[in-house]
Protein backbone atom coordinates (compact mmCIF):
# COMPACT_ATOMS: atom_id res chain seq x y z
CA UNK A 1 0.00 0.00 0.00
CA UNK A 2 1.14 3.51 -0.88
CA UNK A 3 1.26 5.07 2.35
CA UNK A 4 0.53 9.20 2.99
CA UNK A 5 4.17 10.09 3.62
CA UNK A 6 5.28 8.33 0.22
CA UNK A 7 3.30 10.41 -2.21
CA UNK A 8 3.87 14.02 -0.30
CA UNK A 9 7.71 13.06 -0.62
CA UNK A 10 7.04 12.29 -3.86
CA UNK A 11 5.26 15.15 -4.72
CA UNK A 12 7.75 17.21 -2.62
CA UNK A 13 10.55 15.20 -4.76
CA UNK A 14 9.26 16.41 -8.38
CA UNK A 15 8.72 20.39 -7.22
CA UNK A 16 12.09 20.76 -5.93
CA UNK A 17 14.85 18.77 -8.08
CA UNK A 18 18.20 19.07 -6.93
CA UNK A 19 17.03 19.67 -2.93
CA UNK A 20 18.18 17.94 -0.07
CA UNK A 21 16.90 18.99 2.92
CA UNK A 22 18.59 18.05 6.31
CA UNK A 23 16.74 20.54 8.28
CA UNK A 24 12.92 20.12 9.11
CA UNK A 25 11.84 23.12 10.78
CA UNK A 26 8.04 24.05 12.58
CA UNK A 27 7.43 27.85 12.62
CA UNK A 28 4.33 29.04 15.47
CA UNK A 29 2.62 31.76 14.64
CA UNK A 30 4.81 35.17 14.07
CA UNK A 31 7.80 33.86 12.06
CA UNK A 32 7.28 33.98 8.30
CA UNK A 33 9.98 35.83 8.24
CA UNK A 34 12.39 32.96 8.79
CA UNK A 35 10.36 31.32 5.67
CA UNK A 36 10.97 34.84 3.38
CA UNK A 37 14.81 34.38 3.87
CA UNK A 38 14.64 31.60 2.05
CA UNK A 39 16.64 31.82 -1.07
CA UNK A 40 15.03 29.89 -4.45
CA UNK A 41 11.80 29.09 -2.10
CA UNK A 42 9.57 26.84 -2.99
CA UNK A 43 5.72 26.49 -1.45
CA UNK A 44 3.67 24.34 -1.16
CA UNK A 45 0.36 24.58 0.28
CA UNK A 46 -0.01 21.46 3.02
CA UNK A 47 -3.59 20.75 1.20
CA UNK A 48 -1.42 19.71 -2.13
CA UNK A 49 0.75 16.89 0.45
CA UNK A 50 -1.23 14.27 1.22
CA UNK A 51 -1.53 13.67 5.24
CA UNK A 52 -0.49 17.09 6.13
CA UNK A 53 -3.21 18.44 8.23
CA UNK A 54 -4.71 21.80 7.47
CA UNK A 55 -4.55 24.06 10.37
CA UNK A 56 -7.69 25.80 11.54
CA UNK A 57 -5.17 28.41 13.35
CA UNK A 58 -5.47 31.66 11.82
CA UNK A 59 -2.26 32.54 12.44
CA UNK A 60 -0.65 29.07 11.03
CA UNK A 61 -0.58 29.50 7.00
CA UNK A 62 -0.42 25.84 6.19
CA UNK A 63 2.23 25.68 3.69
CA UNK A 64 5.67 24.27 3.71
CA UNK A 65 8.58 26.29 2.09
CA UNK A 66 11.91 24.79 1.03
CA UNK A 67 14.72 25.74 -0.58
CA UNK A 68 18.67 26.50 0.76
CA UNK A 69 18.87 29.07 3.92
CA UNK A 70 21.63 30.00 5.46
CA UNK A 71 23.91 27.58 3.76
CA UNK A 72 21.26 24.78 4.81
CA UNK A 73 18.87 22.69 2.50
CA UNK A 74 15.79 23.68 4.37
CA UNK A 75 12.27 22.18 4.61
CA UNK A 76 9.59 24.68 6.66
CA UNK A 77 6.42 23.80 7.75
CA UNK A 78 4.84 27.28 8.35
CA UNK A 79 2.31 25.93 10.76
CA UNK A 80 1.41 23.41 12.64
CA UNK A 81 -1.59 21.27 13.53
CA UNK A 82 -2.36 21.06 17.35
CA UNK A 83 -3.97 18.27 19.29
CA UNK A 84 -6.99 20.66 20.12
CA UNK A 85 -7.66 21.48 16.73
CA UNK A 86 -8.71 17.37 16.22
CA UNK A 87 -8.45 15.68 19.40
CA UNK A 88 -5.26 13.35 17.30
CA UNK A 89 -1.80 13.61 19.30
CA UNK A 90 -0.34 11.98 16.34
CA UNK A 91 -1.66 14.59 13.69
CA UNK A 92 1.87 15.87 12.69
CA UNK A 93 3.24 12.10 12.07
CA UNK A 94 2.57 12.31 8.46
CA UNK A 95 4.47 15.38 7.43
CA UNK A 96 7.33 14.76 9.92
CA UNK A 97 7.81 10.99 8.23
CA UNK A 98 7.94 13.01 4.81
CA UNK A 99 10.58 15.57 6.14
CA UNK A 100 12.70 12.48 7.91
CA UNK A 101 12.09 10.12 4.04
CA UNK A 102 13.30 13.35 2.28
CA UNK A 103 16.50 13.44 4.49
CA UNK A 104 16.04 15.25 7.43
CA UNK A 105 18.11 14.29 10.23
CA UNK A 106 17.54 17.49 12.24
CA UNK A 107 14.42 19.10 13.75
CA UNK A 108 14.15 22.68 14.88
CA UNK A 109 10.60 23.44 16.66
CA UNK A 110 9.46 26.86 17.41
CA UNK A 111 6.29 27.57 19.55
CA UNK A 112 4.77 30.35 21.76
CA UNK A 113 4.38 29.62 25.00
CA UNK A 114 3.42 31.15 28.52
CA UNK A 115 5.68 31.89 31.35
CA UNK A 116 6.62 30.45 34.68
CA UNK A 117 9.19 32.57 35.25
CA UNK A 118 8.77 36.02 36.30
CA UNK A 119 12.81 37.15 34.60
CA UNK A 120 11.00 35.49 31.51
CA UNK A 121 8.81 38.09 30.47
CA UNK A 122 7.07 38.66 27.37
CA UNK A 123 8.49 38.33 23.88
CA UNK A 124 11.87 37.10 25.40
CA UNK A 125 12.99 33.85 24.06
CA UNK A 126 13.04 29.92 25.89
CA UNK A 127 15.08 27.16 24.45
CA UNK A 128 13.40 24.14 25.71
CA UNK A 129 15.80 21.80 27.54
CA UNK A 130 13.17 18.90 28.73
CA UNK A 131 9.26 18.42 28.99
CA UNK A 132 6.75 17.45 30.57
CA UNK A 133 3.85 15.61 29.32
CA UNK A 134 1.30 16.83 31.36
CA UNK A 135 -1.81 16.37 28.59
CA UNK A 136 -1.38 12.77 28.47
CA UNK A 137 -1.36 12.06 25.15
CA UNK A 138 0.91 10.35 23.06
CA UNK A 139 1.28 10.25 19.20
CA UNK A 140 3.53 6.60 19.27
CA UNK A 141 0.36 4.69 20.85
CA UNK A 142 -0.08 2.02 18.86
CA UNK A 143 3.08 2.15 16.84
CA UNK A 144 4.95 -1.20 16.77
CA UNK A 145 8.64 -2.49 17.07
CA UNK A 146 10.80 -1.86 19.77
CA UNK A 147 11.64 1.98 18.31
CA UNK A 148 8.32 3.09 20.40
CA UNK A 149 10.14 3.26 23.43
CA UNK A 150 11.96 6.20 23.01
CA UNK A 151 14.45 7.26 25.30
CA UNK A 152 13.84 10.50 26.04
CA UNK A 153 16.93 11.23 28.66
CA UNK A 154 18.31 13.78 25.83
CA UNK A 155 15.59 13.84 24.05
CA UNK A 156 16.52 17.63 23.82
CA UNK A 157 19.89 17.37 21.65
CA UNK A 158 22.58 18.75 23.74
CA UNK A 159 24.73 20.10 20.70
CA UNK A 160 22.23 21.95 19.14
CA UNK A 161 21.18 23.54 22.63
CA UNK A 162 25.18 24.79 22.97
CA UNK A 163 24.38 25.56 19.23
CA UNK A 164 21.80 27.51 20.10
CA UNK A 165 23.48 29.35 23.54
CA UNK A 166 26.70 30.24 21.59
CA UNK A 167 24.29 32.17 19.04
CA UNK A 168 22.46 34.07 21.48
CA UNK A 169 26.25 34.75 23.51
CA UNK A 170 27.35 36.41 19.76
CA UNK A 171 24.01 37.67 18.90
CA UNK A 172 23.60 39.21 22.82
CA UNK A 173 20.17 37.35 22.68
CA UNK A 174 18.87 36.43 26.13
CA UNK A 175 18.02 33.06 25.89
CA UNK A 176 16.35 31.50 28.66
CA UNK A 177 16.29 27.55 29.15
CA UNK A 178 13.91 25.82 30.81
CA UNK A 179 10.73 22.79 31.01
CA UNK A 180 7.94 22.98 28.69
CA UNK A 181 4.76 21.65 29.97
CA UNK A 182 2.32 20.49 27.36
CA UNK A 183 -1.47 21.13 28.67
CA UNK A 184 -4.08 19.78 25.95
CA UNK A 185 -6.03 23.38 25.20
CA UNK A 186 -7.37 25.12 23.69
CA UNK A 187 -8.73 26.97 27.17
CA UNK A 188 -5.58 29.00 28.81
CA UNK A 189 -4.97 26.97 31.92
CA UNK A 190 -6.44 28.21 34.94
CA UNK A 191 -4.45 29.94 37.70
CA UNK A 192 -4.62 26.29 39.95
CA UNK A 193 -3.27 24.41 37.15
CA UNK A 194 -0.01 27.09 36.42
CA UNK A 195 0.91 27.21 39.92
CA UNK A 196 0.79 23.64 39.74
CA UNK A 197 2.46 23.41 37.10
CA UNK A 198 5.48 25.30 38.93
CA UNK A 199 5.70 23.23 41.71
CA UNK A 200 5.91 20.18 38.84
CA UNK A 201 9.17 22.04 38.00
CA UNK A 202 8.45 23.79 34.76
CA UNK A 203 9.44 26.73 33.26
CA UNK A 204 7.08 27.48 30.51
CA UNK A 205 3.36 25.98 29.38
CA UNK A 206 1.71 25.35 25.92
CA UNK A 207 -0.38 23.78 23.99
CA UNK A 208 1.90 22.27 20.97
CA UNK A 209 5.21 20.65 20.32
CA UNK A 210 5.24 17.93 22.96
CA UNK A 211 3.86 15.69 20.57
CA UNK A 212 6.47 16.73 17.80
CA UNK A 213 8.92 16.05 19.90
CA UNK A 214 8.23 12.61 20.51
CA UNK A 215 7.77 11.69 17.16
CA UNK A 216 10.65 13.00 15.52
CA UNK A 217 13.18 11.58 18.51
CA UNK A 218 10.82 8.65 16.86
CA UNK A 219 11.92 9.15 13.53
CA UNK A 220 15.27 9.12 15.01
CA UNK A 221 15.39 13.14 14.16
CA UNK A 222 17.76 15.44 16.28
CA UNK A 223 15.07 17.76 18.00
CA UNK A 224 16.26 21.84 19.30
CA UNK A 225 12.79 23.69 20.35
CA UNK A 226 12.67 27.57 21.47
CA UNK A 227 9.41 28.96 22.57
CA UNK A 228 8.77 32.90 22.66
CA UNK A 229 7.21 33.55 25.46
CA UNK A 230 3.69 35.05 24.73
CA UNK A 231 2.68 36.02 28.45
CA UNK A 232 2.79 35.30 32.08
CA UNK A 233 0.99 32.49 32.79
CA UNK A 234 -2.66 32.62 34.12
CA UNK A 235 -2.61 34.21 37.41
CA UNK A 236 1.32 35.71 37.30
CA UNK A 237 0.53 38.36 35.42
CA UNK A 238 -1.69 41.84 35.65
CA UNK A 239 -4.20 40.92 32.80
CA UNK A 240 -7.32 38.27 31.54
CA UNK A 241 -4.86 36.12 28.41
CA UNK A 242 -6.24 36.25 24.96
CA UNK A 243 -4.93 34.64 21.46
CA UNK A 244 -4.80 37.94 20.29
CA UNK A 245 -2.64 39.12 22.86
CA UNK A 246 -0.59 36.63 23.28
CA UNK A 247 0.51 36.73 18.90
CA UNK A 248 0.80 40.94 19.30
CA UNK A 249 3.74 39.78 22.20
CA UNK A 250 4.93 36.82 20.30
CA UNK A 251 5.97 39.41 17.64
CA UNK A 252 7.51 41.21 19.76
CA UNK A 253 10.54 38.03 20.40
CA UNK A 254 9.92 37.17 16.72
CA UNK A 255 12.96 39.36 14.91
CA UNK A 256 15.70 37.58 17.82
CA UNK A 257 14.34 34.25 16.81
CA UNK A 258 14.52 34.69 13.24
CA UNK A 259 18.57 36.22 13.64
CA UNK A 260 19.15 33.25 16.44
CA UNK A 261 17.91 30.71 13.98
CA UNK A 262 19.89 31.99 10.86
CA UNK A 263 23.03 31.61 13.40
CA UNK A 264 22.53 27.73 13.88
CA UNK A 265 21.73 27.39 10.42
CA UNK A 266 24.75 28.39 9.92
CA UNK A 267 26.73 26.67 12.40
CA UNK A 268 25.09 23.32 11.26
CA UNK A 269 26.21 23.83 7.92
CA UNK A 270 30.12 24.22 8.91
CA UNK A 271 29.04 20.48 10.00
N1 LIG B 1 -0.66 28.86 27.91
C1 LIG B 1 -0.69 27.93 26.94
N2 LIG B 1 -0.31 28.19 25.70
C2 LIG B 1 0.13 29.41 25.41
C3 LIG B 1 0.17 30.43 26.37
C4 LIG B 1 -0.25 30.14 27.70
O1 LIG B 1 -0.23 30.98 28.61
N3 LIG B 1 0.64 31.54 25.76
C5 LIG B 1 0.89 31.21 24.46
N4 LIG B 1 0.57 29.91 24.24
Known amino acids: MTEDFDVSAQIIRERTPGLAPSVAMVLGSGLGAVAEAVKNAVTIPYSDLPGFPVPTVQSHAGSLVLG ?14 HYYENG ?9 RTLSDLGCKTAIL ?5 SLRTEAGPGSLMMITDHINYAGMNPLIGEGGNERFVDMTQGYDRKLIQSFRDAAGSLGVTLHEGTYIWFSGPNFETPAEVRAARVLGADAVGMSTVPEVLIARWLGMRVAAVSIIANPAA ?8 HE ?7 EGAADLVRLLDAVLEDISHG
Do not use: F, H
Request: glycine content about 12%; cysteine-free.
Open 68 to 81: RLSGVDVAIMQGRT
Open 235 to 242: GMGETALS
Open 245 to 251: MSMAKSA
Open 110 to 114: TNSAG
Open 88 to 96: LADAMKPPL
